[in-house]
């Protein structure tokens, strides 16, 4: 199973093509547009959210409610492209026109100058409009056919914000459900109501400063079964390629599982977890602090996965840049950003690793169908169960 995406932040659209869903499962658009709108929400967001309303349209692959085994097609329009059509034309235009909006001076911390000088463009907009975090729409909106697949299986996804800036919120240990429900009342998504009014202000302090917020964000999947991914190869460990997908997303510059990069200082009979069995449970943990993942392969217990993301870097606090015309130094001066995005890098980061997770499921009970998959399902987790 794997997708592509396309499209700029202010074209016309983002479209995702998912190739190698499993026919008869129920996807419904109503369930991909929850996604999009938690993704829009959290404090501190710029006003380019109030343009957007993000709706998704399939048009392909799904048939009645179900998908057919054929590639999906997704797409969703961008609201703001009205004011955009002219410089984003896709038919070439006048020459007057060509340098509306032009950009010739790379903001730090961005692609566009390495991306500039890599695809020799002269105008930096052909990079920032591929780079930005828009992007992540439809990454959300294929994450949540995954979450759909998953579901299906009893697998849950949550996720909660662990860190704003200097921030840092008190981890609960609550029910998933439970966790569900606090996020998605909380503006920054975080459970702990200490944390959550001090985030709230530290936004609005670097707001005030001109300046921008990164954070931790951390998602849960519970119900995964013993086995996803695998020991033998590189690129089949799913630590591996979570790993992948979280860095993947704009802005992030970490990850880790469990007690993560805490491993380093501890002794090693304070980060492995006991191995306990019963006959009612079979085999569990008796902490974990590895995150649900030893070898490359799910144990089991929840996979606990957290993401670093960095402070946005399009900031109205100027950093010192270098034209790339004229060479001169200048100081970057911006027409519009969001103060912090982390509380919609939690969902995106949910909707990234259900997709993940939902690709090893069925690397392991790979079948065409639905029918087929949940068979394969069923008799492993009664070889399990009998081992
Ligand atoms: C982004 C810059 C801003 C954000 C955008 C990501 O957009 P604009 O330049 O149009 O004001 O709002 O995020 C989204 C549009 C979104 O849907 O999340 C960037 O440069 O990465």
Same mark, same amino acid.
């Given at each position: 199973m794997r997708?592509?995406?396309?499209g700029e932040t202010h074209g016309p659209q983002l479209t995702a093509i998912i190739e190698g869903l499993p026919?008869?499962?129920?996807?419904?658009?109503?369930d991909i547009n929850f996604q999009l709108a938690r993704r829009q929400k959290g404090y501190g967001r710029g006003l380019r959210m109030q343009i957007e309303k993000d709706t998704v349209q399939i048009v392909g692959g799904i048939r009645h409610g179900k998908t057919t085994g054929a590639p999906v097609a997704l797409v969703v329009e961008n609201r703001d492209w009205t004011h955009w059509t002219k410089v984003m034309s896709i038919e070439p235009v006048e020459e007057e026109s060509e340098g509306k909006r032009r950009v010739s001076r790379p903001r730090p911390g961005h692609a566009d100058l390495n991306g500039g000088l890599k695809y020799n463009q002269r105008d930096l907009r052909n990079i920032l409009e591929r780079s930005s975090a828009r992007e992540t729409t439809v990454r959300v909106a294929v994450g949540a056919i995954a979450r759909a697949f998953l579901a299906e299986f009893g697998i849950k996804v949550a996720g909660q914000v662990i860190r704003i800036g200097d921030v840092e919120a008190v981890r609960q240990d609550l029910p998933i459900d439970e966790l569900i429900r606090i996020t998605e009342e909380s503006p920054v998504r975080v459970a702990d109501k200490d944390a959550e009014a001090k985030m709230v202000a530290a936004i609005d302090a670097a707001k005030a400063d001109g300046d921008t917020l990164g954070g931790v964000v951390e998602v849960i999947i519970e119900g995964a079964p013993?086995?996803?991914?695998?020991h033998v190869q590189w690129d089949r460990k799913l630590d591996g390629r979570i790993a992948q997908a979280v860095v993947s997303i704009q802005a992030f510059k970490g990850v880790e599982f469990g007690i993560g990069f805490e491993a380093a200082q501890r002794r090693g009979s304070h980060v492995h977890d006991e191995i306990l069995h019963s006959e009612?449970? +079979?085999?569990?943990?008796r902490t974990n602090r590895a995150g649900g993942l030893?070898? +490359?392969m799910t144990t089991g217990e929840p996979i606990v996965v957290r993401g670093v993301m960095k402070p946005i870097s399009t900031l109205y606090k100027a950093l010192q840049s270098v034209d790339i015309d004229t060479k001169e130094v200048f100081t970057a001066q911006i027409e519009r950003s969001d103060t912090c995005a982390v509380p919609a890098a939690g969902v995106i980061m949910e909707n990234v690793v259900a997709w993940e997770v939902a690709q090893a499921f069925l690397d392991k009970f790979g079948g065409d169908s639905m029918e087929e998959i949940?068979?394969?399902y069923d008799s492993y987790l009664a070889q399990v169960k009998e081992y």
């Open positions: 997708y592509l995406t396309a026919s008869n499962l129920n996807v419904l658009a109503e013993v086995g996803l991914g695998s009612d449970k +079979g085999f569990e943990r030893e070898g +490359g949940r068979r394969n």
